[in-house]
């Protein structure tokens, strides 16, 4: 099961692009990269999947290098209410779905 | 998208008592669901996986006996704490795999649990 490592905290500013790292060396070939985010007292919501290069979608852009041992979550213009615990997470197919620490956003105005 | 939802929102029960926490996936079916807790300040831990007619499997270190897990159709999953301590205070949040399309997993908004 890879393991994930993170920053642990990250403070930017509104309307600032924000790119949060993860590392996963020991990522197996089936995995697949899975991003949420967690506001306090709520469920995880997904975020962004990808496998390898770059996905981007209506709210964030993952991208992935080509030995996939890392990915950077890419958040555009960041506002206050991204204020969030963002997870990184590895795995096949969707399953062992086991977070890490993760990384607290914080957005100042 | 997908919804899965989890009643109830938040309980308040005595130490010793037993609480059911019912997670279910409102217009998906699910043969997979999770079972998460999670303390303040810290990050979600994997509590059990949860299959739909089987047995669920429990991680390492998580009493089996202590929190019952029963999935007994693929919408609807339940978490009981048994004999609920103070320390089993935390917050619960399920997820259920979609059984259609890729598998995605979605999360339920949690259940707040206080033993006092």
């Known amino acids: 099961l890879a393991k994930t490592t993170q920053p642990i905290s990250m403070d930017s500013y509104e309307g600032q692009e924000v790119n949060i790292t993860c590392s996963h060396n020991?990522?197996?070939?089936?995995?697949?990269i899975t991003w949420y985010q967690q506001f306090p007292s709520q469920g995880p919501r997904f975020i962004i999947q990808?496998?390898?290069t770059k996905v981007t979608n209506e709210v964030a852009s993952l991208f992935i290098p080509a030995d996939r041992k890392s990915s950077t979550l890419s958040l555009p213009r960041v506002s206050l209410s991204d204020t969030a615990v963002y997870y990184c997470?590895?795995?096949?197919?969707?399953?062992?779905?086991?977070f890490g620490a993760g990384t607290r956003l914080t957005v100042k105005p | 998208g997908a919804v899965v939802s989890q009643h109830p929102s938040w309980v308040i029960c005595k130490s010793g008592t037993s609480v059911k926490i019912e997670c279910r996936s409102l217009?998906?079916?699910?043969?997979?669901m999770f079972w998460y807790r999670q303390f303040p300040k810290q990050s979600l831990m994997l509590m059990a996986t949860?299959?739909?007619?089987?047995?669920?499997?429990?991680e390492q270190g998580v009493e089996k006996d202590k929190f019952l897990i029963n999935h007994a159709s693929l919408t609807l999953s339940t978490l009981t704490v048994t004999s609920a301590h103070p320390e089993d205070s935390s917050f619960y949040i399920c997820?259920?795999?979609?059984?259609?399309?890729?598998?995605?997993?979605?999360f339920g908004p949690g259940t707040r649990l206080t033993v006092t």
């Open positions: 949860s299959n739909e007619g089987s047995k669920a499997t429990y």
């Open positions: 997470l590895v795995g096949e197919d969707n399953n062992d779905m086991r």
């Open positions: 997820s259920a795999r979609d059984l259609q399309g890729a598998g995605e997993q979605y």
């Open positions: 217009d998906f079916q699910a043969t997979t």
């Open positions: 990808g496998y390898k």
């Open positions: 020991n990522i197996a070939t089936n995995d697949y």
